[in-house]
């Protein structure tokens, strides 16, 4: 009998089930698809003692109980189709874990299916990709406490260790907040990602610098507080090459998503909360696969590029400013997410299960935890002093930019939501007098 299922064996699931087996923890392993599981046990042998099945119901009666089922499928119809199966062939108190990217609205309703089955329902977000997934995970989790108390030893043997000494992973609430968690983690990686690329587009686009410049400059920041995971790998992407010729010179430049981002867009909207970073990082990935309109508009305008001069401190200091709005507006969330569901998600919590294993790991995660009150960021004076400090560099990058055409997504937005929270009078009041006259809305008076 094995400890642990795994159903979905794709790249996650393969790095998940390897991780697992190399601490002696004998899985079960099932895949829809034949092909994920052909070559598993010759191509890692760590595998060795796991359980492979191609038949639901024989990997069901391999796994001893109170079962243990982790689901590592997309969202939508694959997961539904998975856990349709799930209630029908698991017995009452089993465990099914939902460690997918999953809307946390979708996994609040999942939860309550399952419980109508008496099954225990865990829903977890895992950050790390194919490779932190298989050296320590980080992991977000949520739902049945009693489920969570079944599963933690595995949980702590699988994970990494965090900047506080614990190991990445942390239960954040009864119901669906694992997944919300791990869709603000997204919404941050996103702009994180945006931020760094805007960074080289206006260093490539002033004509002074190539790749190898970029990378010089990613480098020296990597060794200082601007360190981050995303900053690495794209130190290694600026300087790589295919015969001959560098990725980015032949890469298309148009940026999918699957999808969490907009999640948190619009749990945003429906709090009424501001994540005009995030929102500009997905607005720039629309635009990128937009093409038609791309080449149409690109054709009507004459584009003239000129040589310009970029000011690194100035930039670096853009940069730090910009990387703490991202995070500030992602506090705001989860502290607005807690008053309105009645939640209890600790953000210190949540930057320490990041701090190791994660995608957006950084030397700043680490700073945000000792230097800032993070759960109290708005009685946080030190935060206002240091965006304060940097604001003239954002300015001059910003001026550098809108004088040579250069569009910078995500660092316009950082300066005008710190301009507004910060104002104590905002163009809104027009607009209170503008919906009296025609909506006969009624004024508030201060
Ligand atoms: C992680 C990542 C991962 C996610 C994509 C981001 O933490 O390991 O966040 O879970 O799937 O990398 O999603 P997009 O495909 O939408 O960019």
């Not at 977000?125 to 049945?144: A, F, N, Q, R, T």
């Not at 619009?266 to 990082?281: E, Q």
Request: charged letters at 20%; one cysteine or more.
């Amino acid at each position: 009998m094995s400890d642990f299922g795994i159903i979905g064996i794709g790249r996650i699931g393969t790095s998940m089930a390897r991780n697992m087996s190399s601490k002696g923890i004998i899985v079960s392993l099932f895949d829809k698809s034949h092909n994920s599981l052909d070559n598993l046990k010759n191509d890692y042998p760590e595998l060795e003692s796991s359980l492979v099945f191609h038949d639901i119901n024989k990997f069901i009666s391999s796994i001893s109980k109170p079962r243990k089922v982790l689901v590592l499928v997309p969202s939508g119809p694959a997961l539904d189709e998975v856990i349709s199966l799930l209630i029908q062939y698991l017995d009452s108190n089993d465990i099914l874990i939902d460690g997918g990217n999953t809307n946390p609205n979708v996994s609040f309703e999942n939860h309550q299916t399952i419980k109508s089955k008496n099954l225990l329902y865990l829903g977890m977000g895992v950050s790390g990709g194919v490779k932190g997934v298989l050296e320590g995970p980080s992991i977000m989790i949520g739902g049945d406490t009693n489920a969570f108390d079944q599963v933690k030893n595995i949980f702590s043997q699988i994970t990494s260790k965090t900047i506080n000494g614990s190991k990445s992973f942390e239960f954040f609430g009864d119901s669906n907040q694992g997944h919300f968690v791990k869709m603000i983690h997204n919404g941050i990686e996103y702009v994180e990602m945006q931020l760094i690329s805007s960074i080289y587009y206006l260093m490539i686009n002033s004509k002074k610098y190539m790749y190898d410049d970029v990378a010089k400059i990613f480098k020296k920041w990597n060794d200082i507080d601007l360190n981050s995971y995303l900053l690495e790998i794209s130190l290694l992407k600026l300087t790589e090459k295919t015969d001959d010729s560098y990725l980015l010179d032949i890469i298309d430049d148009k940026a999918d998503d699957n999808g969490t981002g907009r999640w948190m867009l619009k749990h945003a909207i429906d709090l009424g909360c501001s994540v005009s970073m995030l929102n500009s990082a997905i607005d720039s990935r629309f635009i990128s696969g937009n093409n038609i309109t791309r080449s149409k508009a690109n054709k009507m305008i004459k584009e003239d590029k000129k040589e310009y001069d970029i000011d690194f401190e100035s930039l670096a200091n853009a940069y730090r400013f910009c990387r703490l709005i991202n995070y500030f507006q992602a506090f705001l969330l989860i502290d607005s997410a807690n008053k309105s569901y009645r939640w209890n998600i600790s953000i210190s919590n949540a930057l320490n299960v990041w701090s190791n294993g994660s995608i957006i790991k950084s030397k700043l995660i680490n700073k945000l935890l000792s230097d800032y009150t993070v759960d109290n960021i708005l009685d946080d004076k030190h935060i206002f002093n240091n965006l304060n400090e940097l604001k003239p560099g954002l300015i001059d990058i910003l001026n550098t930019s809108l004088i040579n055409d250069i569009s910078l997504p995500c660092f316009n937005e950082a300066l005008n939501y710190f301009n507004q929270i910060s104002s104590s009078s905002l163009s809104t009041k027009l607009i209170q007098a503008q919906r009296n006259y025609f909506g006969s809305h009624e004024i508030k008076i201060n």
